[in-house]
């Protein structure tokens, strides 16, 4: 059981309340909840009614949020002196998100009616949580540069490097080295936060390279544990917006191994209780990079990081293959016509088309996970360009089991850590099949948009949703939008291949300074496609519609029906049925009928959708 005492120190450093006064605690202590989670119990659910708010005492809670398809999206991890649903006090809309404990946790509850009944305590409250919301918003609304400037409060910290000394915001995370990269790289607009996954794996690399320093005497356990801990939270969804720089950079990555070293630096400073910027006792250099180098730290930040980046994109285009394979059997029945260089062929079921563009996309699973596989291989303890200077001989071996700990993949270290410095061929190989993907997405894009032509000049097979509409002349226009943005996304994932080709060509000696413009490519391209498959899937595929009666008709009225009546009635009459519909325009359907070759019930019976289905 609690003190008031202990709650009081506890409430006292909560964001919340700061400005009251004493009396203003008291009453506070006196109403303020308890409350204790077991792991995996819910604070609060999304589209609930918010009550209250939720002060973090011990343990920790994780937000979350639905996507779309019903998947769970992690947002973040909050744990002691955090609060969550402080928008109570703001608006009467349900919890956008959903809380729930990770592990046995402590909160105290302060619910809404309470600020109801004390006015003074409310406003005070009410100012502070309006900062926090606008803070939050803006630091999730925009990933630019001054993402931090909503701390700032006029304070600077001196800094110094090779080029000389510069004024630090005492806010900022980051140092003197990222400043110089964000003046020195506006190229993208694009920064490194923009793709957690590449956040997450440079906290990786950084806690496996302290923790094996730790562990060969070479780091201090303080220092080594306050990094690692630094890490952690970063791997909780935490402080990613001081990861600034532009993905598109020169220096080999260099920029954003020192944007990683200096934002955990200055985090585990103060979780040693120093100020930011006191290197010290947290050098973002001699500790942080302890054994490490640009050239082996960021590429094996980059692999994990594509490596997991994968399962992501495969997620999104299981979707759209299941997605796929429901419009097949919805059209199992629906018959028309099959085409070849744009002419008629052989009947078919519209089932068959859909069913055959899930095949196809089902293949790139296989292609995308095996040339993923590539990335496992990294070169952590190779330094400045294979040799390992500067870092202990045992060093590889002992970074990497921590690697494959802290990440849960079967890393391996390259054979020849010299080789594998200076090679890209993995992200090739990777990029190569992304590539393959999106001109397969391409390729069945084409295909809606020919299947849906018209509506009465056109094939109009299909229906495709109707989206918006289609020009800002001619009324009642609408055009096939989903399936042309995901043709133009594909054309911009060919380009980014060649960039990564060309990219890869120009390595020289011994490192290859074009990474950043490849691992940007191949961040693009998989962020693209993942966008416009779920687009593609719940913009389009799955509101799609068959014109199952002009299909039939088409089949009908087409010369190459003749096809399928060939093991029938034989090559020469159906020749001379092909030529005579030719000539007269008559269909090939009526003249079989009118002729006496086959009875109706015959004839329907061959154009049945299961003859259509021939399978060996």
């Given at each position: ?23 203003e ?43 779309r ?6 947002l973040?991890?909050?744990s ?52 926090v ?17 909503q ?8 800094e ?8 630090v ?36 690399v ?47 990555g ?8 200096e934002v955990?630096a ?12 006191n ?10 990079n ?35 394979k ?5 059209f ?10 744009l ?9 068959q ?51 494959q ?12 850590l ?8 993995a ?9 393959r ?5 391409s ?47 594909a ?34 391209s ?7 498959m ?18 039939r ?44 070759l ?13 003859n ?5």
């Amino acid at each position: 059981m609690l003190t008031k005492a202990e709650i009081f120190q506890f409430i006292n450093k909560i964001e919340l309340f700061f400005g009251c006064e004493q009396e203003e605690f008291d009453v506070l202590i006196d109403h303020i909840q308890k409350k204790t989670l077991a792991p995996g119990d819910m604070l609060f659910i999304e589209g609930t009614a918010r009550k209250g708010i939720f002060f973090i005492y011990t343990g920790e809670v994780e937000l979350v949020k639905k996507t779309r398809s019903g998947e769970e999206m992690h947002l973040a991890v909050f744990s002691k002196y955090d609060f969550l649903g402080e928008g109570s006090l703001m608006e009467d809309s349900p919890h956008s998100t959903s809380a729930r404990a990770l592990k046995e946790t402590k909160v105290f509850v302060m619910e809404t009616e309470f600020f109801n009944r004390h006015a003074t305590i409310a406003v005070k409250v009410l100012s502070r949580t309006a900062n926090v919301i606008s803070r939050r918003m803006r630091q999730t609304a925009t990933r630019v540069v001054n993402s931090a400037a909503q701390y700032e409060s006029g304070r600077t910290r001196s800094e110094h490097d090779l080029l000389g000394d510069r004024q630090v915001p005492h806010e900022y995370y980051y140092g003197i080295q990222t400043m110089r990269a964000v003046e020195n790289f506006n190229i993208s607009g694009v920064p490194l936060n923009f793709f957690p996954h590449l956040v997450n794996a440079l906290a990786m690399v950084k806690m496996g390279a302290a923790k094996a320093n730790r562990q060969l005497g070479h780091l201090e356990k303080p220092i080594a544990d306050a990094i690692v801990q630094a890490c952690r939270e970063i791997l909780n969804a935490r402080y990613h917006s001081y990861f600034v720089v532009d993905m598109i950079q020169g220096g080999a990555g260099t920029s954003t191994n020192m944007n990683a070293n200096e934002v955990i630096a200055n985090m585990a400073l103060e979780i040693m209780g120093y100020e930011k910027g006191n290197y010290k006792y947290c050098h973002p250099n001699n500790h942080v990079n302890l054994s490490q180098s640009t050239n082996d730290a960021y590429p094996s930040a980059v692999k994990i990081a594509l490596f997991n980046s994968n399962k992501d994109l495969i997620k999104v285009l299981g979707r759209l293959i299941d997605a796929l394979k429901v419009k097949a059997r919805e059209f199992a029945r629906v018959l028309k016509m099959g085409r070849t260089q744009l002419q008629d062929a052989v009947p078919m079921t519209l089932g068959q088309t859909f069913e055959a563009w899930g095949v196809t996309l089902k293949e790139e699973i296989q292609r995308l996970e095996e040339n993923a596989q590539l990335f496992l291989e990294i070169n952590m303890g190779a330094t400045a360009i294979g040799t390992g200077i500067n870092a202990d001989p045992r060093y590889s071996n002992i970074v990497l089991a921590y690697l494959q700990e802290i990440t849960g993949l079967d890393l391996k270290l390259a054979e020849n850590l010299v080789e594998a410095t200076q090679d890209t061929g993995a992200f090739v190989m990777y990029s190569s099949a992304v590539k393959r993907l999106a001109i397969k997405l391409s390729k069945i894009c084409n295909d809606l948009r020919l299947l849906s032509s018209g509506p009465r000049a056109g094939l109009n097979e299909i229906n495709l949703p109707a989206m918006q509409p289609g020009s800002s002349i001619m009324p009642g226009k609408v055009n096939p939008v989903i399936p042309e943005v995901v043709n133009q996304i594909a054309y911009k994932v060919i380009g980014n291949d060649l960039t990564v080709t060309l990219a890869s060509e120009a390595g020289q000696l011994e490192l290859n300074v074009m990474e950043p413009v490849i691992v940007q490519s191949l961040f693009e391209s998989m962020e693209m496609l993942k966008n416009g498959m779920d687009t593609l899937n719940f913009r389009c595929i799955e509101g799609i519609s068959a014109n199952e009666a002009h299909c039939r008709a088409q089949v009908e009225n087409s010369i190459g029906l003749v096809t399928a009546l060939n093991p029938v009635l034989g090559y020469e009459i159906c020749t001379q049925l092909a030529r005579e519909a030719l000539e007269t325009g008559g269909s090939v359907y009526q003249l079989v009928l009118a002729k006496e070759l086959l009875s109706r019930e015959e004839l329907d019976k061959l154009l049945s959708p299961e003859n259509m289905i021939q399978r060996p």
